[in-house]
């Protein structure tokens, strides 16, 4: 019996060559199939696309416009991009069928080669793009072309139906919104295209551009507001969520007006202002006498940096503080003579707007066994009975300070005869 023996010096490379062959054409033909799909599906997306490429020319048919136009004369029409002579009849329609025994036609329609959608993107193919995108018009979605245009064309743009400015409004109903107190200049004039795309967009609302970008092509102080260090998110991200795109009863424009409009993201500062002490929110002022609405320099959409926003208001007591030692103190890091180191900006159940309950408040500074007259009563149950209130600091001192030491309130003995004036009859001049 013999022995095979392998062959090791290279006896077996042809033999490894033609089963490498077949291996290597089912590759080839693999690229050449994904080769012609990617060119198929290029095709179909094309916007150059002729209509001689899908539709073969109607110059051999016998069947000319001039015949069309006798049975159909309202819409055979010239000197439109849909002219006879520049798109012949049968690059859409496809001739009459033979008549029944009658003389009528054996079927009724329009005679389309093909679908309304897929006509019109073979000429439109960038119309037809749009099919890819997120948010479509119902009528474009459903290739119903000739819900807004007339094939055949008319004397209004694009072969509209109606003029642009009433078209839109035959489905969206608008006629109960003109009585509304404010109307976006656009809605007024029924621009409607000037912010919206008539077939699709890849963005909610079918707007031309994501918000804000679309309202910042107008309202360029706002885009100035936006480039500002601190921002409002919502301003930032989507206009819509504090503004009505169409008609408000508010201006500007807004969709509640404030401060419940901003009691909608902010509901911990709608139980302030309804505490005890609380600035006067509705009423003389609102949330934008003291914030911007879109973007600030400073912290908390701010108007002004730390006192001047008080200072608006309040220009007498931060100009009286800034004398006292007041003025350059700190509580709690805060910035030395800020109001805020004694006040709270929206409301607390202690007047007027304090941290805290008063006497506690200036207790943190001034240690009890400082005052001069430890034995003086404060607190309850003493009453002031000059201010008709509960004895505290504020009854003999002004904490914005005075012309008098210590920013007591009257000069010396004047302070205490305010609350005990029978106690003078009893001194003696010296």
Not at 137 to 142: A, D, E, G, I, Q
Request: proline residues 10%; positive net charge.
């Amino acid at each position: 019996m013999t022995e095979t023996v392998p062959d090791l010096g290279g006896g077996g490379q042809p033999e490894r060559k033609e089963r490498r062959r077949p291996l290597l054409g089912r590759l080839l033909l693999a690229v050449l199939l994904a080769v012609i799909l990617i060119v198929l599906l290029a095709i179909r997306s094309c916007s150059f696309l002729s209509l001689n490429t899908i539709v073969p020319p109607a110059g051999g048919s016998k069947v000319s416009a001039e015949e069309c136009r006798k049975c159909h004369p309202d819409t055979v029409r010239s000197g439109i991009p849909h002219a006879s002579d520049k798109v012949p009849c049968l690059r859409c329609h496809r001739t009459h069928p033979l008549s029944g025994a009658d003389g009528a036609p054996r079927e009724r329609g329009t005679y389309l080669i093909a679908s309304q959608r897929e006509l019109c993107v073979i000429c439109h193919g960038s119309v037809g793009k749009a099919y890819d995108d997120a948010h479509q018009h119902p009528p474009f979605k459903l290739g119903e072309c000739t819900v807004c245009h007339d094939p055949h064309g008319t004397v209004y743009p694009k072969m509209l139906k109606q003029p642009p400015n009433t078209l839109c409004t035959t489905c969206h109903f608008v006629a109960d919104m003109d009585s509304a107190k404010q109307k976006h200049p656009p809605w007024a004039a029924r621009d409607c295209i000037g912010c919206h795309s008539p077939h699709a967009s890849d963005y909610p609302g079918m707007t031309k551009e994501k918000q804000p970008d679309v309202c910042l092509e107008c309202h360029k102080n706002v885009a100035g507001e936006l480039s500002q260090a601190v921002t409002h998110n919502p301003a930032g991200e989507a206009c819509t969520k504090c503004h009505l795109p169409h008609v408000s009863e508010y201006a500007p424009m807004l969709k509640a007006p404030p401060p419940r409009l901003c009691y909608t993201c902010h509901a911990s500062v709608e139980a302030l202002f309804s505490a005890a002490s609380h600035h006067p929110v509705p009423g003389q002022v609102n949330c934008t006498s003291c914030h911007f609405p879109h973007g600030s320099p400073f912290a908390k959409l701010l108007h002004a940096k730390g006192n001047d926003v008080c200072r608006a208001c309040h220009a007498d007591k931060v100009e009286k503080t800034a004398l006292t030692p007041h003025g350059k103190t700190s509580r709690q890091g805060r910035e030395p003579g800020s109001c805020q180191n004694c006040h709270v900006p929206h409301g607390s159940q202690w007047g007027p707007l304090l941290a805290k309950r008063q006497v506690p408040l200036c207790g943190e500074c001034h240690e009890r066994k400082t005052h001069p007259q430890e034995n003086h009563p404060f607190d309850a149950p003493a009453v002031d009975p000059w201010h008709e209130q509960t004895m505290r600091c504020s009854s003999c001192h002004d904490p914005h300070g005075t012309q008098f030491p210590r920013m007591v309130r009257k000069e010396k003995d004047g302070l205490c005869l305010t609350c005990h004036p029978g106690v003078g009859l009893s001194f003696v001049a010296l």
